[in-house]
């Protein structure tokens, strides 16, 4: 399956960048590279399951570029990664502490991030990935 996203990968785990043309997937996926994450493809990413997880590629012809607005086509190194988080860029998430919300992805649910207009968001997600996500008890 090919879906039009970008991905990454950041702590041994995958992130599905979704949403629609102009949503902001590039940039983005460009802010997690900057704070350590790894390309895995930009614009489209094929997904195919593989015993129970959703493994992640770029297109042999986009493999290792990455659109920077205003500067071009850029190179970066790229990697096959595990999805383990979707973000959903064409929902906004107003409320401070969210409740859970799930994607659900060639069948299997996911953890999916909605946007934040937050400076920080970026660096907020690279934890996520790092740490994980406090539940309540």
């Not at 629609?20 to 790894?38: D, E, T, V």
């Not at 850029?74 to 401070?96: C, F, G, K, P, Y």
């Not at 799930?102 to 999916?112: A, I």
């Amino acid at each position: 399956m090919r879906l039009h996203a970008n991905a990454v990968t950041a702590h041994g785990r995958g992130v599905l960048i979704i949403g629609a043309s102009g949503s902001g997937k590039s940039g983005l996926a460009l802010q997690l590279m900057g704070l350590g994450a790894m390309l895995v493809s930009d614009d489209q990413t094929n997904l195919t399951l593989v015993n129970d997880a959703i493994q992640m590629t770029a297109p042999d012809s986009i493999a290792g570029l990455v659109e920077a607005r205003g500067i071009g086509i850029l190179r970066a190194d790229v990697t096959v990664a595990s999805l383990h988080l979707v973000i959903d860029m064409d929902q906004v998430e107003t409320n401070r502490l969210p409740d859970l919300h799930t994607k659900t992805v060639m069948g299997q649910p996911l953890p999916c991030l909605h946007k934040v207009n937050s400076p920080a968001w970026p660096s907020a997600v690279m934890q996520y990935l790092k740490g994980g996500l406090r539940y309540p008890e």
